[in-house]
T-cell receptor, first 116, second 112 residues
């Protein structure tokens, strides 16, 4: 597609339920990232996928968080047994290459998750 | 870890210049970026500078980098109300070149 697409745009869930957030990157972008933006905070790195390599999961805050990327394209971020502190905007981004090589990200509009 | 800091708020009048500042601690930074986030939207890449450059100009945007002081700034000339947004500074480095380290963002308010 023309941009990075995320769904749903808004999600309200009850504490303890599982949620799945979806990201559809720009076609041809080999790198895909998930970040979390809490109210008034900067962006917190969660996970990074590059091609067929093992993902960099170093930013996942707990084992309740997991992500997968199927067929090198669509990615799903799953949060199990949601807690109120999980409430945030979850941003997905994709790029042609690494930021360290001068490739900027293209971000989606995010999924606003509210845990009640 | 890598710390990237920004002031939280900046308010300017339409037509004035805006200068948004960013400091970072990482000595091995390679590229530094500026992103813009409008309400309800994701982040939009504005510009970036390689660490061996001092300045980069792109239309109304000027990026200045003082590598010695680890200070980055974004100047917006002739600021318009449409420039009101949150501006994020981000850096990447030799050892973690696959990810950005973002500041907490500066909210720019442009008054008519």
């Amino acid at each position: 597609g023309a941009g990075v697409s995320q769904s749903p745009s808004n999600k309200v869930t009850e504490k303890g339920k599982d949620v799945e957030l979806r990201c559809d990157p720009i076609s041809g972008h080999t790198a895909l990232y998930w970040y979390r933006q809490s109210l008034g905070q900067g962006l917190e790195f969660l996970i990074y996928f590059q091609g067929n390599s093992a993902p960099d999961k170093s930013g996942l805050p707990s084992d309740r968080f997991s992500a997968e990327r199927t067929g090198g394209s669509v990615s799903t971020l799953t949060i199990q047994r949601t807690q109120q502190e999980d409430s945030a905007v979850y941003l997905c981004a994709s790029s042609l290459g690494s930021p360290g090589a001068g490739y900027g990200y293209t971000f989606g509009s995010g999924t606003r998750l509210t845990v009640v | 870890g890598e710390d990237v800091e920004q002031s939280l708020f900046l308010s300017v009048r339409e037509g004035d210049s805006s200068v948004i500042n960013c400091t970072y601690t990482d000595s091995s930074s390679t590229y530094l970026y500026w992103y813009k986030q409008e309400p309800g939207a994701g982040l939009q890449l504005l510009t970036y500078i390689f660490s061996n450059m001092d300045m980069k100009q792109d239309q109304r945007l000027t990026v200045l980098l003082n590598k010695k002081d680890k200070h980055l700034s974004l100047r917006i000339a002739d600021t318009q109300t449409g420039d009101s947004a949150i501006y994020f500074c981000a850096e990447t480095n030799l050892y973690n070149f696959n990810k950005f380290y973002f500041g907490s963002g500066t909210k720019l308010n442009v008054k008519p």
